[in-house]
């Protein structure tokens, strides 16, 4: 469980003050995946910094497991951090101690017996399925191999919050997918909490319960991902979006594009459909019922967590009158539609 | 050569050997802490203390900026204060020991600022205090900066010490000048420079090998 309530942090003072993060409320229940997504510099690493005290918050609080950080004095803070293991985009593996060793200084730190030490570090490696490389050292070992060593060195304390600061952001899709992989099996199958940073759709789509949208130090979302994915409520959440499902129109299209409809212009519409409207032949049905002709320029259907979400760019064709009915019945449908711009006729 | 000239090289070659060893070791011990407090005392690190690490700095540079050999006649007060006198080898050693300290000091600064930053951090993150992240993070991570900077050091320490012969230091320095140099004798000055040679690249080729035998990199 993490609550932070108020949380600012400024670097610097006066007119050089640089307001990192401005009231971020954000409460994540124990057991859950949160993700944090923002544009580099919005205040993600701040904000996950912020809760192991990495950095401390210049007001407000920060409460994990239901202890108050920011009260703590050092030794209390040091105890605390036993509790909340923390992974990072470079690793940040010890290169002169190898893999046991490198997953054994948690536990060397809290003053360990090294037979416990042994008996702790030993499934761990199993579970992170790194048995075998127990002797190496950190420079003979791939990306991905790298983070499940700090994966385990993360959990070696058995903490309850694991902090994955850009934990994939390093590797490449299939080794992210593996790591994505490891991390949700902890969490299911230890109860952990996890919060993480990123700036992939990608890592939120595909393990996060819940996502928070992070700009300008301000978080601007936070929804159920289905939701986020289907109906961001910002334009930066919409960007996200687009850029994650690379939908947009052709560019030969945007440049033929008006703002304004005209005497002779067909309507360009983004028509984004969840749940029933995915399964419902509303495009034929739209032919019938409005007489409008539908021209399908890009589609795409994506499955987010236990839901279908379909998007659609599509040019209508028919009079001004039968196209506007045409929009009507579609948002009576639960489908979302923006009107992109308009094209001439017979171009 | 005489057998006489042989022991006369012989007891320079120890007596270089031993002034390089004392100031060495000690210089080390002193100059390790020190280096340590440079870096971890330095603003937004582990045991950040501006002022300390100000006045530090300062300190470190005056050692630093004192040419050896006008330190070496500048305290010999304290020299005789602490070893009853102001020649031979044991006296050579306070010198070199001062002069080395700074000079340590700052190659060992070095050496822990090519540690990256991300490796205290995470340190932090598990609750390490600052003292386990210098003796457990830090110093482990520069051990190959850290002999690099020692060998450095030695071979300063060498060329130095020779230095010391000039005021009656003893070693291979004080040999070269009175037999090679005041006595118009090459074949001793050769001698002397030739072992010279010898001491620093032995020095040099133990330092990298216990670098490359730490490098894990």
């Known amino acids: ?347 | 050569m005489s057998s006489a000239m042989f022991d006369l090289i012989l007891q320079a070659t120890l007596e270089t050997l031993y002034m390089v060893a004392v100031s060495g070791v000690i210089a080390t011990l002193l100059g390790l802490p020190l280096g340590v407090m440079l870096y971890v005392t330095r603003p937004r690190q582990i045991m950040a203390m501006p002022v300390l690490n100000q006045a530090l700095g300062v300190i470190t540079n005056i050692g630093r900026s004192i040419p050896f050999i006008i330190l070496m006649v500048a305290i010999i007060p304290f020299t005789r204060m602490l070893v009853g006198t102001s020649i031979g080898i044991n006296a050579a050693s306070v010198p070199l020991t001062i002069a080395a300290i700074p000079f340590v000091a700052r190659l060992i600064e070095g050496a822990l600022n090519e540690i990256s930053p991300g490796l205290i951090e995470s340190a932090q993150s598990m609750g390490a205090t600052p003292w386990q992240i210098i003796t457990k993070v830090l110093i482990p991570e520069a051990r190959g900066g850290i002999i690099t900077g020692l060998t450095i050091t030695l071979v300063t320490l060498v060329s130095y010490s020779a230095m010391a012969g000039a005021v009656g230091g003893g070693g291979l320095g004080d040999l070269g000048i009175r037999y090679g140099y005041n006595r118009f004798n090459p074949e001793i000055m050769l001698i002397t420079v030739v072992i010279l040679v010898v001491l620093v690249q032995g020095f040099q080729s133990l330092g990298d090998y216990l670098v490359r035998k730490s490098d894990r990199k």
């Open chain 1, 1 to 347: 469980m993490i609550e932070l309530s108020n949380v600012s942090k400024t670097y610097g003072s006066g007119d050089n003050a640089v307001h990192a993060l401005q009231n971020v409320n954000l409460t994540i229940p124990k057991g859950t995946i949160h993700g944090v997504i923002g544009l580099s510099g919005a205040g993600k690493s701040t904000l996950i910094r912020c809760v192991n005290l990495l950095e401390r918050p210049t007001s407000g609080s920060v409460v994990v497991d239901g202890q108050e950080m920011t009260g703590l004095t050092r030794s209390e803070l040091n105890h605390a951090r036993h509790r909340i293991g923390m992974i990072f985009q470079h690793f940040n593996l010890l290169t002169t101690r190898n893999v046991f060793d490198n997953i054994a200084l948690p536990l060397e730190l809290m003053g360990e017996k090294r037979s416990d030490i042994q008996n702790r570090v030993l499934p761990l490696l199993d579970m992170v399925g790194l048995s075998d490389k127990a002797n190496q050292y950190p420079a003979q070992l791939s990306g991905g191999q790298k983070q499940r060593v700090a994966i385990a060195r993360a959990l070696a304390s058995k903490p309850n919050v694991l902090l994955c600061d850009e934990a994939t952001s390093a590797l490449d899709p299939q080794t992210t997918s593996s790591i994505l992989e490891l991390l949700r099996d902890i969490n299911h199958q230890l109860g952990i909490t996890i919060l993480l940073i990123t700036h992939e759709m990608e890592v939120v789509k595909s393990i996060c319960h819940r996502v928070s949208l992070i700009s300008d130090g301000k978080l601007v979302e936070d929804a159920e991902v289905g939701d986020f994915f289907t109906a961001p409520n910002t334009q930066l959440g919409r960007d996200f979006l687009n850029d994650f499902l690379q939908l947009s129109p052709p560019k030969e299209l945007l440049e033929r594009l008006e703002e304004l409809p005209g005497e002779h212009t067909h309507p360009v519409v983004r028509l984004t459909f969840s749940g029933d409207a995915v399964s419902t032949p509303l495009i034929s049905r739209l032919a019938r019922e409005c007489s409008v002709d539908v021209s399908i320029l890009q589609a795409k259907v994506e499955s987010i967590q236990d839901r279908t979400l379909g998007l659609m760019i599509a040019e209508l064709l028919g009079s001004h009158e039968q196209t506007q009915q045409a929009m009507s019945y579609l948002e009576a449908h639960q489908l979302q539609v923006e009107v992109l711009g308009h094209v001439q006729r017979n171009v």
